[in-house]
């Protein structure tokens, strides 16, 4: 008898956090590493939200509360998404989590039986993926093409739903590519999903990114195209928007108050509930005339800086990079580098586990950070499935303007380092 469960062995992992002691590693060795791995705005979180938590604090709002989440920020979401979405959301549809991330699995867990087919993006946020076989339900990758700036359209979504299709997952603005949904997509996207999966599928529609855009972007969500806000699940939440990642303050509206009640039992079961100090924090970050002001200086930044990474990683012999139009990401092809590195041979050579725990972008990946001090991460942290022969690196650009700078220098230098990269490889102590 085996002391662990077969599933703990089926269950993956977020990159972002896995290279955090190889990060250490770097840095306890007296070097400086430029992070461009973690999706973490490197803006503090904005003082009248902070005094907000504190006021909560001193005034003992620190016990149990209700494990749906406390009334006054449903309602605040309820009205947020209803006055931003066209529809009318009432609180007891409405549950908060800690952060947007517990939905992703809960979701699964709740609509998802043993061989129901779950659809997702790939690149996408990688627990998406993670959760699908650990549940027992199959993948369904819906690949993102280059060639086609990293979207999809209804034809290809339409291929792959099913009758056992129970959860497409949505995310736009996108991680990692930063794509954004046009009102065109996101109308033919929802047509095809009222013609043709079942009436008991769900969209998850994943718009934590939502105020991170770029360029004039506007953010279409799906809940608002008519006839879908009666099988859409909207997540968001105050990490991005608010650089308040360690808050862990998410939430959801359900199509129906009765699926809400069975989230707030899983809370009940999983968390008990979400601190109350937090959620008014959130509760005023949604409803205070100060946040949009400090959101639209955080976003000029972080376009000032895609402006310039993108720009500097397109001047690297071998590096393509599109334009993003949200996030605070950049997701160049970097195949061109791995070939002149001789990274896809030196892939294909290497021994079991590592070749499968590898690929040739995680080859460089690993060089950038051992080597040149830059934390990245491949394409294989935003989906495995299907992800061989794609050699990409997401780069994040949440960080300071002058480190990013010095990051894409670095980045070039490695580029075209070959004898340091095949001193690398061979020495074989990090490769995936």
Known sequence: MSLYADRVHLIATENAFKIGPYIKEVEDAGNKVVRCNLGEPDFPLPKH?????????????????????????????????SEKRGIKVTPDRVVVFPGAKPPIGLCQQTYCNPGDEIIYPSPGFPIYESFITYLSAKPMPLH?????????????LERLITPRTKLIFLNFPSNPTGGVAS???????????????????????????????FDGSVHRSIISVP?????????SGVSKSYSWTGGRVGWAVFPTAEEAAIYKNLNINYFSCIPAYNQMGAKLALESPESGPEIRRMVTAFQERRDVVVKRLNSIPGVTCQTPKGAFYVFPNVGKVCEALGAVEMHAKLPEP?????????????FLLFRYHVATLDRKSFGRIGSEGKHFLRVSIATAMDDLKAGMERFAEAASDRNGFAAFVKEGKRLY
């Open 49 to 81: 939200i902070r005094d907000e938590v504190k006021r909560q604090l001193d005034a003992d709002n620190v016990h149990y509360n209700d494990p749906q989440g406390v009334l006054p920020l449903r309602e605040a979401v309820a009205r947020d998404v």
């Open 144 to 156: 993102l093409r280059e060639e086609a700036g990293f979207s999809f359209t209804g034809k290809e």
């Open 183 to 213: 009102r065109e997509q996101i109308e033919e996207i929802a047509g095809v999903i009222r013609s043709k999966a079942q009436p008991d599928v769900r969209v998850y529609s994943d718009e934590v990114y939502e105020n991170i855009l």
């Open 354 to 366: 590592a070749r499968t725990l590898s690929s040739p972008a995680t080859l460089f990946q690993l």
């Open 227 to 235: 006839g879908m806000e009666a099988i859409t699940v909207l997540v």
